[in-house]
């Protein structure tokens, strides 16, 4: 879905948010950091949200998405802020056998409200996302917020229903750097990658 920038958002009192997904990060346990195409493709979306004209860029605290804020904020000027509203619904750290986090990860998508050993539920970790979109709404857009596929899908799951959800993205997860943009809680255009083209 390609994202349509709003005239005058301000026009409207409303809040534009883009929910970037962090770059691509290195496969390893813990909290890792990006791969250097992650790099790249972090730095992309930096020119990107530089044209946007984004007012604030808000982080989660997890390593990938922070270095991919980072990157993006070396292009925009603006400061990062943390909250940790926006980390992803599960963090595999190695202290569990990957194929049990796997197992985790598919029975919380399955059923919204199964909270796995070593994170939240689906419907948990979209109310936290929720509720801090409507926290940041009070400031003015657009803002960038940069989270994780996971959660960018349990809110989606919640604003538009999961037949709405594009099967890819809750089979596949949502690519590196991919925007989702949001008008207040209206969603407009979900996980597009054209500025990475």
């Not at 883009?18 to 790099?39: C, F, I, N, S």
């Not at 594009?166 to 255009?189: K, W």
Request: charged content about 25%; glycine content about 8%.
């Amino acid at each position: 879905m390609e994202i349509v920038t709003p005239h005058d958002p301000e026009a409207r009192h409303v809040t534009v948010f883009y929910l970037v997904q962090h770059a691509e990060k290195k496969h390893e346990a813990g909290d890792p950091g990006l791969t250097e195409l992650g790099r790249g493709q972090a730095a992309r979306t930096g020119e990107w949200i530089k044209r946007a004209d984004v007012r604030a860029l808000v982080s989660s605290p997890l390593r990938r998405a922070r270095e991919t804020a980072q990157i993006i904020a070396s292009r925009t000027g603006l400061p990062v802020e943390e909250d940790a509203r926006l980390r992803e619904r599960m963090n595999w750290d190695g202290s569990q056998r990957i194929e049990e986090f796997v197992a985790d990860w598919a029975a919380s998508v399955k059923d919204r409200d199964f909270v796995p050993a070593s994170g939240d539920s689906s419907r948990g970790a979209a109310e936290r996302m929720r509720a801090c979109l409507a926290d940041l709404a009070q400031e003015p857009g657009p803002l960038a917020l940069v989270t994780h596929g996971g959660a960018t899908v349990d809110l989606l799951r919640t604003l538009i229903g999961d037949q709405a959800v594009p099967s890819e993205l809750m089979h596949q997860g949502v690519p590196a750097c991919a925007i989702t943009m949001l008008d207040d809680l209206s969603v407009v255009g979900i996980a597009s990658v054209s500025h990475l083209e």
